[in-house]
């Protein structure tokens, strides 16, 4: 079992900037691929980006590159999404998972309780 414990989330204005950080626990955070995810009100989960375990391949959903960066530190068990350049339409409730070796765009094993991002306009 891994457990996942999200921190960072918040309010801010629209072009603003936050860190999410997510502690992972109970494996070996190395054998994971890590990845974040979010669900807006009223709309399906949807996958934000992904990171390999050695931390030197990321993925990003379309609706993202060039503002979210993903990083990894496995010395500390833990993973990041630095959001810049944040609009209204990036309000969800962020996810930080964990799967067993590949980066998945669609259901990786592990989830965490979610952290609420809100932008306003």
């Known amino acids: 079992q891994v457990h996942l414990v999200e921190s960072g989330g918040g309010s801010v204005q629209a072009g603003g900037s936050l860190r999410l950080s997510c502690v992972a626990s109970g494996r070996t955070f190395t054998n994971y691929a890590m990845g974040w995810f979010r669900q807006a009100p009223g709309k399906e989960r949807e996958f934000v980006a992904g990171?390999?375990?050695?931390?030197?391949?990321?993925f990003y959903a379309a609706s993202v590159k060039g503002r979210f960066t993903i990083s990894r530190d496995n010395a500390k068990n833990t993973v990041y999404l630095q959001m810049i350049s944040l609009k209204p339409e990036d309000t969800a409730v962020y996810y930080c998972t964990a799967n067993p070796g590949v980066v998945t765009t669609t259901e990786p094993e592990y989830w965490g309780q979610g952290t609420q991002v809100t932008v306003s306009s």
């Open positions: 990171i390999r375990w050695r931390g030197d391949t990321t």
